[in-house]
């Protein structure tokens, strides 16, 4: 019988102010309607999503995922571009990881065009608000497929 699929859907600092701040930047969904977006788009694969403001708990996170997911759907906001640990951490992953934003840091200040989750990713995601993270579901729902053959329902028997 196939492994259930186990999609983590990790979140960083400030995420959690998401449809309450700046909606003219980062759009009116909460992270609550985030997370919504995310398991709809999963497919009845199981979905652990979490946000943290704390650093070295996203990497406590990071390192449980290595145990316990099939792949990895990442935001982590601004540490994105300023975290060697994070960067270390996702290093140890063998899973696919799929960076994803709501905006396009490309196309903002030059302090946000660094990525340290990049070089690790098997792609990022980014600029389209929250359909960011349903795109970014749906890739590492493929990644984990083409891996293993199965992903989807957790539940399916055919
Ligand atoms: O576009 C993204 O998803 C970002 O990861 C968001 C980060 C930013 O530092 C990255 O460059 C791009 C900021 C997240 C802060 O979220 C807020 C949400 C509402 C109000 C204020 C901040």
């Not at 290093?91 to 200040?109: D, G, Q, W």
Request: charged share 20%; proline share 4%.
């Amino acid at each position: 019988m196939p492994e259930p699929t186990v999609l983590y859907v990790l979140n960083g600092p400030n995420l959690n102010l998401l449809g309450v701040r700046e909606p003219e930047v980062y759009g009116h969904a909460t992270l609550a309607d985030v997370q919504a977006l995310c398991e709809a788009a999963a497919d009845g694969a199981t979905v652990v999503f979490r946000q943290t403001n704390h650093e070295g708990e996203l990497i406590d996170w990071i390192h449980e995922a290595r145990e316990k997911a099939s792949a990895l759907v990442l935001n982590a906001a601004a540490w994105t571009h300023t975290s060697v640990a994070l960067h270390d951490a996702l290093k140890t992953l063998t899973i696919p990881i799929v960076e994803c934003h709501l905006s396009n840091p490309a196309a903002r200040e030059r302090f946000r065009h660094r990525s340290y989750v990049s070089p690790v990713a098997a792609g990022v995601v980014s600029g389209f608000g929250s359909f960011s993270y349903e795109l970014a579901v749906k890739a590492a729902l493929r990644l984990v497929q083409e891996r293993t053959g199965a992903a989807g329902r957790s539940n399916q028997t055919t």
